[in-house]
């Protein structure tokens, strides 16, 4: 096996085999990315090159190893509260906002959401709402990714202490997990059990998801096409209720993408209302 000096023809038939089946566009100069995420696997099932991983992804019956290599080149990324400015701005704006709607149960999507911390964190800042508030606004949040390794363990609740220091404060680590022995930290149960986790590709049909009244897309637009994008953000509009919110990476916009929003800015940052 080697994956040294990549055949050009091969590393652009795993480009467009990778964009095919997640979306992912990886870029011309990109080798060593493929390189460093997929030796150990080629190593595993003895493949002589990228060309005949290509062939083997192309043949029936390669569901579990096209869910491999998507795992493998997806990169999870996160952390807690990360970013800040959308919490403040749901704790601040988008749940008294329900509340003066008066509405009592809301829905939310958090997509690409790797190992949790992001939908966790949501559950954490609604709770932080209904302990200032006398309305109990209550909610379910679904987080997805593509990744069937990261929604495992974001199910679980379970981390460790270097994954929970990074972004939360010493109160929140204290009011929201157990700790467990050998620097194992689990999520309280009274967070978890307002989420749910299933694995979801961003380029598959969102009927089945329901309607939302928040959804967060973040830091995941920027590795998808133009075209992709668009797909992405018109199947998101359709599911979204009208007033709901839609909220984006703080390196991300609509852009041209689409009329459907109005821009609400913050002093920290942006989000999108459906109109």
């Not at 990778?18 to 997929?38: D, F, H």
């Not at 379910?140 to 929604?151: A, E, F, M, Q, R």
Request: hydrophobic content about 35%.
């Amino acid at each position: 096996m080697s994956l040294k000096n990549i055949d050009p023809k091969h590393y652009d038939a795993f480009r467009k085999l990778l964009e095919e089946y997640s979306g992912i566009v990886l870029g011309a100069n990109k080798q060593y990315l493929v390189t460093s995420r997929l030796s150990k696997l080629m190593s595993e099932r003895e493949y002589a090159n990228l060309g005949e991983l290509v062939e083997k992804l192309k043949a029936a019956g390669s569901t579990e190893l096209r869910g491999r290599v998507i795992d493998l080149m997806t990169t999870n990324e996160t952390q807690w509260f990360r970013d800040d400015y959308p919490f403040s701005v749901l704790l601040s704006v988008v749940y008294p906002g329900f509340v003066e709607e008066k509405k009592q149960h809301v829905k939310i999507w958090s997509s690409a959401c790797s190992t949790g911390q992001e939908p966790y964190s949501i559950a954490m800042a609604l709770h932080e709402h209904q302990k200032s508030s006398s309305a109990r606004l209550a909610a379910n949040i679904i987080g997805t990714d593509i990744s069937p390794t990261v929604i495992e363990q974001a199910k679980s609740g379970v981390y460790q202490l270097s994954e929970i220091d990074r972004g939360l404060t010493p109160e929140r680590k204290r009011d929201y997990f157990i700790e467990l022995p050998d620097g194992i930290w689990k999520l309280k149960t009274d967070i978890s059990r307002n989420v749910s986790f299933r694995n979801f590709n961003l380029l598959d049909s969102y009927k089945g998801l329901g309607r939302f009244d928040l959804i967060f897309c973040r830091n995941v637009l920027i590795y998808f096409s133009t075209e992709v994008r668009n797909q992405i953000i018109g199947g998101m509009t359709e599911i979204l209720n009208d007033g709901g919110y839609l909220v984006l990476g703080a390196s991300e916009s609509l852009g041209a993408h689409s009329s459907a929003y109005d821009l609400v800015r913050f002093k920290s940052g942006v989000v999108y209302k459906k109109k």
